[in-house]
């Protein structure tokens, strides 16, 4: 059985919404997970992180307003910024799709197609 894709979508977001539209064009229906609705927990981001193999700072939105007055000047260990980022979900990176062991954030969205060989 192939892996399934997964895609942690924002609907409004243009990139997220490209993404998804780019898996489709390629005949995948991923699962979507609206994380803003169901925010991934602290463990469920530990296996995001380490799908995509990079650091946790590196899917923080950090043009977000709540970044820039919360976090911005911070100095956060990744089990830190995994709290934040279960906390308020909106810090997360977007879209990140998952495939297997495998993970891209689609920004640009044609990040996907490392996924799809």
């Given at each position: 059985?192939?892996?399934?894709?997964?895609?942690?979508?924002?609907?409004?977001?243009?990139?997220s919404?490209?993404?998804?539209?780019?898996?489709?064009?390629?005949?995948?229906?991923?699962?979507?997970?609206?994380?803003?609705?169901?925010?991934?927990?602290?463990?469920?981001?530990?296996l995001?992180?380490?799908?995509?193999?990079?650091?946790?700072?590196?899917?923080?939105?950090?043009?977000?307003?709540?970044?820039?007055?919360?976090?911005k000047?911070?100095?956060?260990?990744?089990?830190?910024?995994?709290?934040?980022?279960?906390?308020?979900?909106?810090?997360?990176?977007?879209?990140?799709?998952?495939?297997?062991?495998?993970?891209?954030?689609?920004?640009?969205?044609?990040?996907?197609?490392?996924?799809?060989?």
């Amino acid at each position: 059985m192939a892996d399934k894709f997964i895609i942690y979508h924002n609907p409004r977001c243009r990139k997220s919404r490209e993404t998804l539209a780019l898996l489709q064009e390629n005949g995948i229906e991923p699962e979507v997970v609206r994380y803003l609705d169901t925010p991934p927990g602290t463990d469920d981001l530990k296996l995001i992180v380490a799908k995509l193999d990079v650091p946790v700072k590196d899917i923080v939105r950090k043009e977000e307003k709540a970044y820039k007055e919360k976090y911005k000047d911070s100095d956060f260990n990744d089990d830190e910024w995994l709290q934040i980022l279960s906390e308020e979900p909106k810090l997360i990176q977007r879209p990140i799709v998952l495939k297997g062991a495998s993970g891209v954030v689609g920004r640009p969205p044609e990040n996907v197609l490392k996924l799809i060989k």
